[in-house]
Protein backbone atom coordinates (compact mmCIF):
# COMPACT_ATOMS: atom_id res chain seq x y z
CA UNK A 1 0.00 0.00 0.00
CA UNK A 2 2.79 2.38 0.72
CA UNK A 3 4.52 1.40 -2.13
CA UNK A 4 1.24 2.43 -4.37
CA UNK A 5 1.06 6.04 -1.91
CA UNK A 6 5.14 6.36 -2.68
CA UNK A 7 4.06 5.85 -6.83
CA UNK A 8 0.93 8.59 -6.62
CA UNK A 9 2.51 11.07 -5.29
CA UNK A 10 5.53 10.83 -7.24
CA UNK A 11 3.31 11.14 -10.18
CA UNK A 12 1.36 14.14 -8.73
CA UNK A 13 5.24 15.87 -8.37
CA UNK A 14 5.94 14.94 -11.96
CA UNK A 15 2.80 16.74 -13.28
CA UNK A 16 3.23 19.25 -11.01
CA UNK A 17 6.70 20.19 -12.48
CA UNK A 18 5.18 19.34 -15.89
CA UNK A 19 2.51 21.81 -15.75
CA UNK A 20 5.14 24.34 -14.11
CA UNK A 21 7.31 24.16 -16.97
CA UNK A 22 4.98 24.00 -19.41
CA UNK A 23 2.83 27.62 -17.84
CA UNK A 24 6.71 29.08 -17.69
CA UNK A 25 7.66 29.02 -21.56
CA UNK A 26 3.86 30.54 -21.73
CA UNK A 27 4.35 33.25 -19.70
CA UNK A 28 7.36 33.74 -21.21
CA UNK A 29 5.87 33.48 -24.80
CA UNK A 30 3.13 35.91 -23.85
CA UNK A 31 5.62 38.34 -22.37
CA UNK A 32 7.72 38.41 -25.77
CA UNK A 33 3.79 39.79 -27.63
CA UNK A 34 4.50 43.31 -25.72
CA UNK A 35 7.99 43.44 -27.51
CA UNK A 36 7.35 42.34 -30.62
CA UNK A 37 4.35 44.91 -31.11
CA UNK A 38 6.38 47.86 -30.26
CA UNK A 39 9.19 46.73 -32.69
CA UNK A 40 6.73 46.23 -35.52
CA UNK A 41 5.58 49.71 -34.52
CA UNK A 42 8.54 51.06 -35.55
CA UNK A 43 8.31 49.89 -39.18
CA UNK A 44 4.48 52.19 -39.07
CA UNK A 45 2.42 49.53 -39.13
CA UNK A 46 -0.92 50.78 -37.44
CA UNK A 47 -2.54 48.43 -34.62
CA UNK A 48 -5.38 47.25 -36.53
CA UNK A 49 -3.49 45.70 -39.42
CA UNK A 50 -0.95 43.97 -36.99
CA UNK A 51 -3.97 42.46 -34.92
CA UNK A 52 -5.57 41.40 -38.28
CA UNK A 53 -2.07 39.88 -39.17
CA UNK A 54 -1.81 37.99 -35.87
CA UNK A 55 -5.62 36.64 -35.86
CA UNK A 56 -5.18 35.66 -39.65
CA UNK A 57 -1.80 33.49 -39.36
CA UNK A 58 -3.60 32.21 -36.10
CA UNK A 59 -6.76 31.09 -37.19
CA UNK A 60 -5.72 28.22 -39.47
CA UNK A 61 -3.69 26.88 -36.12
CA UNK A 62 -7.04 26.87 -33.54
CA UNK A 63 -9.50 25.39 -36.63
CA UNK A 64 -6.92 22.08 -36.92
CA UNK A 65 -7.40 22.02 -33.46
CA UNK A 66 -11.12 22.37 -33.59
CA UNK A 67 -11.56 19.88 -36.27
CA UNK A 68 -9.04 17.39 -35.05
CA UNK A 69 -10.61 17.20 -31.70
CA UNK A 70 -14.39 16.73 -33.90
CA UNK A 71 -13.40 13.90 -35.79
CA UNK A 72 -12.15 12.10 -32.34
CA UNK A 73 -15.28 12.74 -31.13
CA UNK A 74 -13.66 14.87 -28.36
CA UNK A 75 -16.07 17.72 -27.97
CA UNK A 76 -19.06 17.00 -26.02
CA UNK A 77 -22.14 18.01 -27.73
CA UNK A 78 -23.76 21.41 -26.15
CA UNK A 79 -26.55 23.67 -27.06
CA UNK A 80 -26.95 26.31 -29.68
CA UNK A 81 -27.27 29.05 -26.92
CA UNK A 82 -23.91 27.44 -25.16
CA UNK A 83 -21.91 28.32 -28.70
CA UNK A 84 -23.55 31.46 -28.86
CA UNK A 85 -22.48 32.05 -25.43
CA UNK A 86 -18.73 30.62 -25.89
CA UNK A 87 -18.82 32.80 -28.72
CA UNK A 88 -19.63 36.04 -27.34
CA UNK A 89 -17.01 35.19 -24.50
CA UNK A 90 -14.18 34.77 -27.10
CA UNK A 91 -15.21 38.58 -28.72
CA UNK A 92 -14.50 39.71 -25.16
CA UNK A 93 -11.65 37.93 -24.28
CA UNK A 94 -9.53 37.91 -27.22
CA UNK A 95 -10.80 40.39 -29.81
CA UNK A 96 -12.02 43.68 -27.51
CA UNK A 97 -8.99 42.60 -25.08
CA UNK A 98 -6.40 42.46 -27.94
CA UNK A 99 -7.93 45.34 -29.46
CA UNK A 100 -7.24 47.47 -26.54
CA UNK A 101 -3.86 45.91 -25.94
CA UNK A 102 -2.90 47.00 -29.75
CA UNK A 103 -4.23 50.75 -29.45
CA UNK A 104 -2.59 51.01 -25.52
CA UNK A 105 0.65 50.04 -27.23
CA UNK A 106 0.53 52.62 -29.33
CA UNK A 107 1.26 54.96 -26.35
CA UNK A 108 2.73 53.47 -23.39
CA UNK A 109 5.92 51.03 -22.97
CA UNK A 110 5.82 47.43 -23.20
CA UNK A 111 6.68 47.59 -19.64
CA UNK A 112 4.00 49.31 -18.20
CA UNK A 113 1.98 47.42 -20.33
CA UNK A 114 2.14 44.27 -19.26
CA UNK A 115 2.09 45.46 -15.24
CA UNK A 116 -1.25 46.84 -16.02
CA UNK A 117 -2.72 43.47 -17.82
CA UNK A 118 -1.35 41.81 -14.81
CA UNK A 119 -3.64 42.75 -12.40
CA UNK A 120 -6.25 40.77 -14.50
CA UNK A 121 -6.54 37.56 -11.46
CA UNK A 122 -7.67 41.18 -8.93
CA UNK A 123 -10.05 42.41 -11.69
CA UNK A 124 -11.36 38.39 -11.71
CA UNK A 125 -11.94 38.54 -7.67
CA UNK A 126 -13.60 42.14 -8.16
CA UNK A 127 -15.66 40.92 -11.00
CA UNK A 128 -16.68 37.55 -8.79
CA UNK A 129 -17.78 39.54 -5.88
CA UNK A 130 -19.75 42.38 -7.85
CA UNK A 131 -21.46 39.92 -10.34
CA UNK A 132 -21.40 36.57 -9.01
CA UNK A 133 -21.46 37.65 -5.10
CA UNK A 134 -18.36 35.26 -4.29
CA UNK A 135 -17.04 36.54 -1.02
CA UNK A 136 -13.44 38.16 -1.14
CA UNK A 137 -11.25 37.09 2.10
CA UNK A 138 -8.65 38.77 4.00
CA UNK A 139 -6.21 36.89 1.86
CA UNK A 140 -7.61 38.62 -1.45
CA UNK A 141 -7.83 42.08 0.73
CA UNK A 142 -4.54 42.15 1.26
CA UNK A 143 -3.74 40.83 -2.34
CA UNK A 144 -6.11 44.01 -3.50
CA UNK A 145 -4.41 46.71 -1.23
CA UNK A 146 -0.68 45.69 -2.46
CA UNK A 147 -1.69 45.01 -6.30
CA UNK A 148 -2.78 48.65 -6.52
CA UNK A 149 -0.36 50.64 -3.84
CA UNK A 150 2.46 48.65 -6.91
CA UNK A 151 0.60 50.02 -9.78
CA UNK A 152 0.38 53.59 -7.89
CA UNK A 153 4.00 53.63 -7.10
CA UNK A 154 4.80 53.12 -10.68
CA UNK A 155 2.89 55.94 -11.69
CA UNK A 156 4.94 57.92 -9.42
CA UNK A 157 7.99 57.54 -11.23
CA UNK A 158 8.93 60.12 -13.24
CA UNK A 159 10.29 58.06 -16.30
CA UNK A 160 6.50 56.59 -16.24
CA UNK A 161 4.80 59.81 -16.32
CA UNK A 162 7.19 61.76 -18.86
CA UNK A 163 5.55 59.51 -21.36
CA UNK A 164 3.44 60.99 -23.96
CA UNK A 165 -0.47 60.00 -24.09
CA UNK A 166 -0.17 57.82 -21.12
CA UNK A 167 -3.26 58.06 -19.75
CA UNK A 168 -4.81 57.27 -23.34
CA UNK A 169 -2.69 54.29 -23.46
CA UNK A 170 -3.11 53.40 -19.71
CA UNK A 171 -6.84 53.70 -20.27
CA UNK A 172 -6.71 50.81 -23.65
CA UNK A 173 -4.34 48.66 -21.45
CA UNK A 174 -6.52 48.77 -18.38
CA UNK A 175 -9.90 48.16 -20.90
CA UNK A 176 -8.16 45.02 -21.72
CA UNK A 177 -7.37 44.09 -18.73
CA UNK A 178 -10.87 44.24 -17.36
CA UNK A 179 -12.47 42.40 -20.66
CA UNK A 180 -10.05 39.50 -20.29
CA UNK A 181 -11.03 39.15 -16.47
CA UNK A 182 -14.65 39.24 -17.38
CA UNK A 183 -14.07 36.82 -20.05
CA UNK A 184 -12.37 34.41 -17.22
CA UNK A 185 -14.94 34.68 -15.02
CA UNK A 186 -17.55 33.94 -17.53
CA UNK A 187 -15.50 30.80 -18.66
CA UNK A 188 -15.48 28.55 -16.49
CA UNK A 189 -18.63 26.72 -16.47
CA UNK A 190 -18.17 26.30 -20.38
CA UNK A 191 -14.68 24.93 -19.61
CA UNK A 192 -16.05 22.23 -17.39
CA UNK A 193 -18.37 21.03 -20.15
CA UNK A 194 -16.57 21.10 -23.04
CA UNK A 195 -13.24 21.04 -22.08
CA UNK A 196 -10.44 23.67 -22.14
CA UNK A 197 -8.74 23.13 -24.83
CA UNK A 198 -11.95 22.43 -27.30
CA UNK A 199 -13.06 25.84 -25.21
CA UNK A 200 -9.84 28.36 -26.22
CA UNK A 201 -10.18 26.64 -29.79
CA UNK A 202 -13.92 27.78 -30.41
CA UNK A 203 -13.43 31.04 -28.17
CA UNK A 204 -10.04 31.97 -30.51
CA UNK A 205 -11.81 31.03 -33.72
CA UNK A 206 -14.53 33.47 -33.25
CA UNK A 207 -12.40 35.77 -32.18
CA UNK A 208 -10.06 35.85 -35.22
CA UNK A 209 -13.11 36.44 -37.15
CA UNK A 210 -14.31 39.06 -35.51
CA UNK A 211 -11.08 40.91 -35.71
CA UNK A 212 -10.73 40.45 -39.95
CA UNK A 213 -14.36 40.99 -40.33
CA UNK A 214 -13.76 44.31 -38.31
CA UNK A 215 -10.70 45.09 -40.69
CA UNK A 216 -12.72 44.24 -43.63
CA UNK A 217 -14.78 46.74 -42.61
CA UNK A 218 -12.64 50.07 -41.61
CA UNK A 219 -9.58 48.69 -44.31
CA UNK A 220 -7.09 50.81 -43.07
CA UNK A 221 -4.22 49.61 -45.76
CA UNK A 222 -4.12 47.13 -48.15
CA UNK A 223 -3.23 44.14 -46.50
CA UNK A 224 -1.80 42.36 -49.31
CA UNK A 225 0.46 45.03 -50.04
CA UNK A 226 2.26 44.87 -47.14
CA UNK A 227 6.41 44.53 -46.47
CA UNK A 228 8.01 40.89 -45.43
CA UNK A 229 9.03 42.62 -42.58
CA UNK A 230 5.38 43.12 -41.28
CA UNK A 231 3.97 40.14 -42.62
CA UNK A 232 7.07 38.31 -40.55
CA UNK A 233 5.78 40.18 -37.32
CA UNK A 234 2.33 39.66 -37.75
CA UNK A 235 3.56 35.79 -38.31
CA UNK A 236 5.94 36.13 -35.27
CA UNK A 237 3.33 37.14 -33.12
CA UNK A 238 0.84 34.83 -33.95
CA UNK A 239 2.97 32.01 -33.24
CA UNK A 240 5.15 33.00 -30.79
CA UNK A 241 2.57 34.68 -28.58
CA UNK A 242 -0.86 33.49 -29.06
CA UNK A 243 -1.35 29.83 -30.69
CA UNK A 244 2.36 27.72 -28.34
CA UNK A 245 1.35 30.17 -25.32
CA UNK A 246 -2.84 29.25 -25.33
CA UNK A 247 -2.05 25.77 -25.54
CA UNK A 248 0.60 25.44 -23.02
CA UNK A 249 -0.90 27.69 -21.14
CA UNK A 250 -4.02 25.65 -21.18
CA UNK A 251 -2.41 22.00 -20.40
CA UNK A 252 -0.13 23.64 -17.35
CA UNK A 253 -3.44 24.91 -15.63
CA UNK A 254 -4.93 21.08 -16.59
CA UNK A 255 -1.65 19.52 -14.74
CA UNK A 256 -0.94 22.27 -11.94
CA UNK A 257 -4.33 24.02 -11.04
CA UNK A 258 -4.85 27.31 -11.98
CA UNK A 259 -3.66 28.66 -8.62
CA UNK A 260 -0.46 27.50 -8.80
CA UNK A 261 -0.67 28.55 -12.26
CA UNK A 262 -0.64 32.12 -11.67
CA UNK A 263 2.35 31.66 -9.35
CA UNK A 264 4.48 30.38 -11.78
CA UNK A 265 3.17 33.22 -14.29
CA UNK A 266 4.53 35.92 -12.34
CA UNK A 267 7.60 35.80 -14.21
CA UNK A 268 5.85 37.28 -17.24
CA UNK A 269 6.05 40.95 -16.06
CA UNK A 270 9.55 40.92 -15.07
CA UNK A 271 10.37 38.99 -18.46
CA UNK A 272 8.71 42.13 -20.51
CA UNK A 273 10.39 44.58 -18.17
CA UNK A 274 13.89 42.48 -19.02
CA UNK A 275 13.15 42.51 -22.45
CA UNK A 276 12.19 46.34 -23.08
CA UNK A 277 15.23 47.11 -21.34
CA UNK A 278 17.06 45.07 -23.87
CA UNK A 279 15.42 45.08 -27.15
CA UNK A 280 13.63 48.46 -27.08
CA UNK A 281 15.84 50.51 -24.47
CA UNK A 282 13.41 50.99 -21.80
CA UNK A 283 14.21 52.26 -18.98
CA UNK A 284 14.53 50.27 -15.81
CA UNK A 285 14.12 52.16 -12.72
CA UNK A 286 13.95 51.82 -8.91
CA UNK A 287 10.48 52.88 -8.24
CA UNK A 288 8.92 50.82 -11.19
CA UNK A 289 10.69 48.01 -9.68
CA UNK A 290 9.48 48.34 -6.44
CA UNK A 291 5.98 48.86 -7.71
CA UNK A 292 6.11 45.86 -10.20
CA UNK A 293 7.57 43.77 -6.88
CA UNK A 294 4.40 45.03 -4.68
CA UNK A 295 1.68 44.10 -7.91
CA UNK A 296 3.75 40.49 -8.78
CA UNK A 297 3.02 39.77 -4.45
CA UNK A 298 -0.45 41.21 -4.81
CA UNK A 299 -0.87 38.59 -7.62
CA UNK A 300 0.79 35.73 -5.78
CA UNK A 301 -1.05 36.77 -2.74
CA UNK A 302 -4.60 36.44 -4.70
CA UNK A 303 -3.22 32.92 -5.91
CA UNK A 304 -2.26 31.46 -2.97
CA UNK A 305 -4.73 28.93 -0.83
CA UNK A 306 -4.43 28.66 2.74
Not at 114 to 136: A, C
Not at 187 to 203: D, M, P
Not at 276 to 303: C, Q
Request: with cysteine; proline share 2%; glycine share 6%.
Amino acid sequence: MSYICTMIKHSADRSHFKGAILIFIGAICFSVKAILIKLAYRHQIDALTLLTLRMTFSLPFFMMVYFFQKSKNRIPTVSNIDYFKIAILGLLGYYTASIFDFWGLEYITASLERLILFIYPTLVVLISFFFLKIKITRNAILALLLTYMGVFVVFQDAAVLSQKDLWKGTVCIFISSVTYAAYLVGSGEYIKKIGSVNYTAIAMMVSCMGVIVHFLIVQPVDIFNLTITEYGFGFTIAIISTVIPTFLVSEGVKLMGANNASIVASIGPVATIAMGSVFLGEPITLIETLGTVLVIGGVVLISVKK
